[in-house]
């Protein structure tokens, strides 16, 4: 039976539509999270019966959240001996350093053409700059890190670019957790806001050009945001050494 013959058929209204984000999803971002925020430490535990009493649900769902988080590397373990949060090695950070900085460079190409085009709004970086100024009032670490991933995932969006953004979101919590370890980020969650909202005008003064911005020219400006903070406590620690 051939698609179109499926639509006409009574079966199709049985077809299963797609869920926005299922229980499990929402369990393992919030699991994520926890480990990116040190609730969570490398190497604990993680049990499905404190879980399923913390979120108040079966523990089908957590599950289901903890398999997938293992298949992606962010717990280790299972079976009878359950899971552990996973510590990320120095090889594992660099892995998915590349990746992301390889995919993000595809996207924010393509992103600023679409914003230059008027076909995607650049002001939609502000909602999430303001958000991570709202968690720096509030002093909320959770918040700010939530915001900072929306304000990536915005260029996403804004790319049009379904392939990279596909294979960027199978990363998204890995960078979650890695980027929120004290190499990568800044203590200050007020300073965190203004970093992004530097890297937003950038992007600003990219669009207003005419000159189409190459992917080596993203990857060189992302670096530049990503590593910010890690290059300069490497400044500051080989300074101390002297």
């Not at 890190?145 to 929306?150: G, T, W």
């Not at 929120?180 to 950038?202: G, M, P």
Request: hydrophobic content about 45%; proline content about 2%; glycine content about 4%.
């Amino acid at each position: 039976m051939t698609f179109a013959q499926m639509r006409n058929d009574a079966a199709f209204d049985d077809f299963p539509l797609p869920q926005r984000a299922s229980l499990a999803t929402a369990i393992a971002d919030s699991v994520a999270e926890a480990i990116a925020t040190r609730h969570l430490e490398p190497g604990e535990r993680v049990i499905e019966t404190a879980l399923a009493e913390r979120f108040g649900v079966s523990r089908v769902p957590i599950r289901e959240a903890l398999k997938v988080l293992h298949a992606q590397g962010i717990l280790s373990g299972g079976g009878h001996r359950g899971f552990r949060v996973s510590a990320f090695d120095p090889k594992t950070i660099e892995k998915v350093f590349e990746v992301r900085l390889m995919l993000e460079a595809f996207l924010l190409r393509d992103a600023v053409d679409r914003w230059r085009r008027g076909e995607a709004n650049l002001a939609d970086l502000d909602s999430a700059i303001k958000q991570m100024e709202s968690a720096a009032r509030a002093d909320d670490r959770r918040a700010s890190l939530r915001a900072d991933v929306e304000f990536h995932r915005t260029i996403c969006r804004a790319s049009g670019n379904l392939i990279s953004s596909t294979l960027w979101e199978a990363i998204a919590r890995h960078v979650l957790i890695i980027f929120s370890l004290e190499a990568y980020r800044d203590s200050n969650l007020f300073a965190i806001a203004e970093q992004h909202r530097a890297f937003r005008d950038f992007i600003a003064e990219a669009v207003k050009s005419a000159k189409t911005l190459t992917v080596d020219e993203c990857r060189l400006a992302l670096e530049d945001h990503i590593l910010l903070v890690a290059r300069a406590k490497r400044l500051q620690t080989s300074g101390s050494k002297r």
